[in-house]
């Protein structure tokens, strides 16, 4: 038989490509063997070897899944992403959909070409703004990037493709870093800041809850749950039940109400990696001896006022009426909006949100000299450094010291050389000096003095004015 013969019975038969250096052809000059190429006759040995040590019979008889299993498993892997994810993905590529419509473009981009389907990110990419015109922030446009790749390697649509590192997009991901230099350059505010409560607004808040309504009962135990807890913004508000939080007590007898029910959180996982999804969250809140202030007692006030019907799986935060609780859960906006709304209220010095009272837990317990660990069993964080940028942000009592720090220090400067010591390789000296003529011409301001430090180190002089 001819070995074009041989290899088109094989070829005919094959269910798959054949790989890659099964046969070294080093040594064959040309690479050619009886008149076939090298790619060829791998191919002729690859379906020689599966023929001889495999059973290629119970390969071609194998029973597929069907619809229903296969449905059933597509589900369980959806079921792994969590709900708020499922839903921004959605919107995202709603956005993405629309945007191709109205370009005239193939609006079902699953199956495009990697060229085709890069170019069509790239024109998107450059599109994209809010609806008030101003650019998306760096976060937002990562996110807007990660729900297409999320859709495109999801089990609906199933591609083994990366829009995010593949080399094939690396254009598209190049007009992406292009919008974030727009907004970084332009005048919008650089991301949300969370700003912990200064003192006084801090002690205002307290002042007012005096508990002389079921309302004003009901927002001290929504701060104090958000605030010993250390929960984000919205963390899991509208999920808490009556039985979420209970009462208890420890080996010395005092009481503490704790958060008894797995939650969701944003840092639990469901990942294969244990450390994922472990949470490390063991914040309690304990009972003070003032009954006036303290938030277990209000707690226990709390959910005395409840309806009598009310059961373990009653939502812990109902509507108030004149006549007290109403069987109606509070709506999830307003319990996203508790704190903007109450420093409207109170008058507060700034607008603050939810999350600034994660802030704020963050900022005392690092005035306490806490350690970081410590802090990371009340806000249930993973990563030291995600603490660390809470602890960047500081309160206006840490801005007054600071400045009346370096008031001192410049109050208390002499001609005298003072020595500093930084680390073992260098020491600073400064000395200042009341006399030293300003650089300023004669003609406008003649015969004026600055004060200047000079800072001797071992890598220099240095000279400052002040």
């Known amino acids: 038989m001819q070995y074009s013969a041989i290899l088109e019975l094989h070829i005919d038969i094959m269910s798959e490509k054949a790989p890659i250096n099964l046969i070294n052809f080093d040594n064959v000059p040309g690479g050619i063997v009886s008149g076939l190429s090298t790619e060829q006759f791998e191919q002729v040995a690859y379906k020689s070897m599966r023929k001889t040590f495999y059973d290629e019979d119970s390969e071609e008889d194998a029973v597929e899944l069907n619809s229903d299993q296969l449905q059933f498993l597509s589900d369980l892997e959806k079921c792994s992403i969590p709900t708020g994810t499922v839903t921004q993905t959605k919107n995202h590529i709603a956005k993405f959909r629309g945007f191709l419509e109205t370009q005239k473009l193939t609006a079902n981009f699953e199956n495009l070409p990697n060229e085709t389907l890069n170019d069509y990110l790239r024109l998107f990419y450059s599109s994209l703004k809010t609806k008030t015109g101003t650019f998306y922030s760096p976060s937002s446009l990562i996110c807007i990037r990660a729900s297409i790749q999320r859709h495109l390697t999801s089990p609906d649509v199933n591609r083994t493709i990366n829009i995010i590192r593949g080399d094939d997009f690396k254009r598209a991901n190049g007009v992406l870093r ?27 808040v307290l002042n007012y809850f005096t508990r002389t309504s079921t309302q004003v009962l009901q927002d001290e ?7 010993y807890f250390g929960l984000r913004g919205r963390e899991n508000l509208r999920n808490m039940k009556c039985s979420t939080i209970v009462i208890k007590s420890d080996s010395s007898g005092a009481q503490y109400a704790v958060i008894d029910v797995p939650m969701a959180s944003k840092n639990v996982k469901a990942s294969l990696n244990s450390k994922e999804h472990t949470d490390f969250k063991q914040a309690r809140m304990y009972e003070k001896s003032d009954k006036s202030c303290c938030p277990v007692e209000a707690l226990k006030l709390y959910k005395d006022s409840f309806p009598s019907d009310a059961d373990e799986n009653t939502p812990l935060f109902l509507k108030c009426t004149k006549n007290g609780l109403s069987k109606v859960p509070v709506g999830k906006t307003i319990l996203s909006d508790f704190m903007k709304n109450l420093s409207k209220k109170l008058n507060l010095s700034k607008i603050y949100t939810n999350h600034c009272i994660r802030v704020t ?13 410590d802090i990371m069993l009340v806000t249930g964080h993973k990563n030291t450094s995600s603490v660390e940028r809470y602890d960047r942000k500081r309160r206006d009592s840490d801005f007054r010291n600071l400045s009346a720090k370096l008031s001192e220090t410049v109050n208390d400067c002499t001609n005298e050389k003072k020595i500093f010591h930084i680390s073992n390789e260098c020491n ?12 300023i011409p004669e003609d406008s301001r003649t015969g004026t003095h600055q004060k200047k430090a000079r800072l001797h180190t071992s890598w220099g002089l240095l000279e400052i004015d002040l």
């Open 178 to 204: 292009s919008m974030v230099g727009k907004f970084l350059n332009s005048s919008q505010q650089k991301g949300k800041e969370y700003d912990a409560i200064n003192e006084d607004d801090f002690q205002k």
């Open 221 to 227: 135990v929504l701060f104090n749950t958000i605030y």
């Open 361 to 373: 837990v963050v900022t005392i317990m690092r005035e306490k000299n806490f350690p970081v660990k």
């Open 428 to 439: 600073m000296s400064l000395t200042v000096n009341e006399t030293v003529q300003s650089q």
